[in-house]
Nanobody, 116 residues
Framework: QVQLVESGGGLVQPGGSLRLSCAASGSIVSIYAMGWYRQAPGKQREWVASITSGSTTNYADSVKGRFTISRDNAKNTVYLQMNSLKPEDTAVYYC??????????WGQGTQVTVSS
């Protein structure tokens, strides 16, 4: 069973930065497609960014140019560097892993609050 544990969330002022981490059990980060989603209060969960096993990255238009997804295969960890944060980035951020065989896994989420 794959387990994903997020960390790095918190309270930050508008314009600030945070780096989220997603530690995965087992050596899956280099094999699975990994991604980040977020869910704001009263809204549906939305895709934020993803990185394929071939290191192709994609971003939602709302975060393009501000967020960067990366991974460290040796540490089995995926990161989301978030810069120039806005109040509308406030949400619970979830790590997601998609197996080449189909199963998908979610972390428990980490809260990000952008407020002055």
């Amino acid at each position: 069973q794959v387990q994903l544990v997020e960390s790095g969330g918190g309270l930050v002022q508008p314009g600030g930065s945070l780096r989220l981490s997603c530690a995965a059990s087992g050596s899956i980060v280099s094999i699975y497609a990994m991604g980040w989603y977020r869910q704001a209060p009263g809204k549906q969960r939305e895709w934020v960014a993803s990185i394929t096993s071939g290191s192709t990255t994609n971003y939602a238009d709302s975060v393009k140019g501000r967020f960067t997804i990366s991974r460290d295969n040796a540490k089995n960890t995926v990161y989301l560097q978030m810069n120039s944060l806005k109040p509308e980035d406030t949400a619970v951020y979830y790590c997601h892993a998609l197996s080449p065989l189909g199963p998908r896994y979610w972390g428990q989420g980490t809260q990000v609050t952008v407020s002055s």
